[in-house]
């Protein structure tokens, strides 16, 4: 915490943690949920980054580059809990903005997570190659043709978003 601590309010705002409330909860008591991530897909991007400074901060910078949200606003589908939208049209609009094929997973017919994944030199590419290989499918089977895309208010900050 100590090596990241200089980006700290960038990680609240724009990568908070959704799924644990506290160290004791998160990730059956392992652990920030920021250290679970570097631990599971940081130690992959070691060679590149180094460290976890440099690991946190290209995060943020591709989230910038590539915020979802922003991209799926621009395509007409916003964040709502109630309102359903074709699967497809999600896909194709994350497609032409970022050039690659996104995973998308869906927990109670809403998108949980829409992955970007990329080469080591940070260029977006397909995640469908990827996500065979370990065992998941395209649009998981979890999402229905028609999901929806949560509304998160994040922080105390009104500002309402997508969990991506």
Not at 67 to 80: D, M, Q, R, V, W
Not at 138 to 153: I, K, N, W
């Amino acid at each position: 915490m100590k090596e990241i601590a200089p980006l700290l309010e960038a990680l609240q705002k724009y990568w908070p943690s959704l799924s644990c409330s506290g160290s004791s909860t998160c990730h059956g008591g392992k652990g920030p949920f920021w250290a679970h991530e570097v631990e599971k897909h940081g130690t992959c991007a070691s060679s590149v980054l180094r460290d976890e400074y440099n690991y946190f901060l290209a995060t943020i910078n591709l989230y910038q580059k590539y915020n979802f949200t922003e991209i799926l606003i621009k395509a007409g589908y916003l964040p709502s809990n109630e309102e359903k939208y074709p699967l497809g049209g999600i896909i194709s609009a994350v497609e032409i903005a970022v050039g690659a094929t996104p995973l998308i997973v869906c927990s109670h017919g809403a998108v949980e997570e829409l992955r970007i994944c990329f080469h080591k030199d940070f260029q977006p590419r397909d995640c469908v190659a990827d996500a065979s290989s370990h065992g998941n499918t395209f649009a998981s089977s979890s999402c229905p043709r028609y999901v929806s895309l949560p509304e998160y208010t994040g922080n105390g900050h009104g500002s309402t978003a997508t969990k991506t």
